[in-house]
């Protein structure tokens, strides 16, 4: 008999533990850690519409309104690179207050839960942001800044065929195949990115009267579209004048320049651009040009450096003398300079900032950008003065492919010389410094050779570490491109395509300390 009643507290044991474990199911959430939802929050003006969710996971989660399904509805959308998309759709509000929905989602034993909030009837959404700051000066803007991303391949390009022609919007696609969303800028917010670049190209297909260099007003909009993007993740913005089929970087810096004509031109391209973003706060910086006197055209028909930086001097004194006559907050509004070939030593070598002037205090940056040891970041193929490496670092020398290391002279040392040398010249001396592009290709695909995969990761976490800790905000390209590539989202998707740069960049951020001034 005693026996029959152990047998019997035991089994009622059992069958309470397992309707205690069922039941904690519904009351807790098992965390795994593959299993993340990119914007957890969605803001919807009483006009609804339809934003997307973006969830990484090992497979296909599931996704369900459990509450306000009389005015919220979602459907799976697509799937790419590990991330799964899913389109909420909001219904526009006949309420006198805000209303909220719940989107649960939920992949195995774990769920995430969706905050959908819909403004009242007519109301618009008004981004929960710091107010403006007109009054930030460089550095204080700077050190808000790192890490950055760059919207690269997008807004800037174009054909060098249609310069001063309008080719319309859609050459927002001509180098990479997505146009970019706020599902992506979103992605990258989450990521833990503070600023994003966004080389813009208007001369180069986005003129609609030569005479007066006119830009589009369609694609002004479209700029404004991506800006806002990025201002409603409270996230620090540039936009500048890239390469834009090199009517001033490259032929605005020959001996037969007209200087006075190229100076007319450039103010009335800037004062456009000033006007139309005159409104937007200290989130949002001007870069003046992108690498002025690089490539392009006959490289000998250039300016000889000394030369050369006097002009660009001359081109950035225009610059900024076309946004600060714009008013508003353009006068106060941080702008950044970029010297010859934004190259570390042509810049430290020739007393750039001495030529520059501007009438706001403490409002100038310098722009540079790093990719060194070319041969190992961009090089594409194999050339009679070098071969292209796969191999970085003092700790990567072995690889499966002899002949394939980087010098060593160029190694993490280096790094360090070159990011203190724009400390000791503009960082100390009151100018906080851009690194507005730096990046090392991913030639293989991860996981093919170890020591390829750590190359690419102790650079991105070298440039990353030693940047923040000179005064430096690195900005990493990004190309939305096959391998080889700096690509690090997929933008297709709103989704990371490379971790092991991600991984790298804010392992180095977390190591990193910005230096007192």
């Known amino acids: 008999m005693k026996k029959f009643k152990y047998l019997y507290l035991l089994l009622l044991g059992i069958v309470c533990g397992l309707a205690f474990s069922a039941c904690s199911y519904e009351d807790d959430d098992y965390d795994e850690p593959s299993f993340k939802v990119l914007n957890p929050e969605l803001s919807f003006d009483g006009t609804g519409g339809v934003q997307t969710i973006n969830v990484q996971a090992d497979a296909q989660p599931t996704a369900s309104v459990i509450e306000g399904a009389d005015w919220c509805s979602v459907t799976y959308k697509d799937q790419a690179a590990g991330t799964y998309n899913f389109d909420v759709t909001v219904a526009a509000s006949q309420e006198d207050e805000a209303t909220t929905a719940t989107v649960r989602i939920i992949q195995g034993y774990s769920r995430k839960d969706v905050t959908i909030t819909r403004a009242k009837k007519g109301a618009v959404v008004t981004p929960d942001v710091p107010p403006a700051d007109m009054n930030k000066t460089a550095m204080e803007v700077a050190q808000l800044m790192y890490p950055g991303w760059n919207l690269g391949n997008t807004l800037e390009g174009g054909d060098s065929k249609n310069l001063w022609k309008n080719a319309g919007i859609e050459t927002e696609t001509v180098w990479q195949n997505a146009k970019t969303t706020q599902a992506l800028i979103d992605a990258v917010k989450a990521s833990g990115f503070k600023s994003v670049r966004i080389p813009c190209s208007w001369v180069m297909g986005h ?283 997929n933008r297709a998707g709103a989704s990371v395509s490379n971790a092991n740069m991600l991984e790298s960049i804010k392992a180095a951020v977390a190591a990193a300390k910005w230096p007192a001034k």
């Open 207 to 489: 003129i609609t009267d030569a005479e007066a260099c006119t830009i589009d007003a369609d694609w002004l909009t479209r700029v404004h579209e991506v800006v806002d993007y990025c201002i409603k993740n409270n996230l620090y913005v540039i936009i500048n004048q890239h390469w834009d089929g090199g009517w001033i970087e490259h032929d605005g810096f020959t001996a037969a320049t007209d200087v006075d004509a190229t100076k007319a031109k450039l103010t009335k391209i800037w004062t456009q651009i000033a006007n139309s973003f005159k409104n937007y706060d200290e989130r949002l910086i001007f870069a003046g040009m992108n690498e002025p006197g690089v490539g392009g055209g006959d490289a000998n028909a250039l300016l000889g450096t000394a030369d050369l930086a006097n002009r660009i001097a001359e081109y950035e004194q225009t610059f900024i003398e076309a946004v600060r006559a714009t008013g508003g907050n353009n006068a106060k509004r941080v702008l950044i300079v970029q010297g010859p070939n934004t190259d570390i030593d042509k810049f430290v070598a020739n007393n750039y900032m001495s030529k520059i002037k501007d009438s706001a205090t403490d409002r100038l940056m310098v722009e540079v950008h790093f990719y060194d040891p070319y041969n190992f970041t961009d090089l594409s193929e194999d050339k009679d003065w070098g071969k292209y490496c796969l191999y970085w670092g003092k700790n990567n020398t072995n690889g499966s492919e002899a002949g394939r290391t980087a010098d060593a002279k160029y190694n993490e040392d280096y790094v360090e010389a070159q990011m203190k040398k724009m400390k000791t010249n503009f960082f100390d001396k009151g100018y906080p410094v851009l690194i507005g592009e730096f990046g090392a290709n991913q030639r293989l695909a991860i996981g093919k050779d170890a020591v390829h995969d750590a190359s690419v990761k102790d650079y991105y976490k070298a440039v990353v570490t030693s940047a923040i800790n000179n005064g430096c905000v690195p900005m990493a390209w990004d190309t939305n491109s096959g391998l080889p590539s700096m690509t690090i989202f």
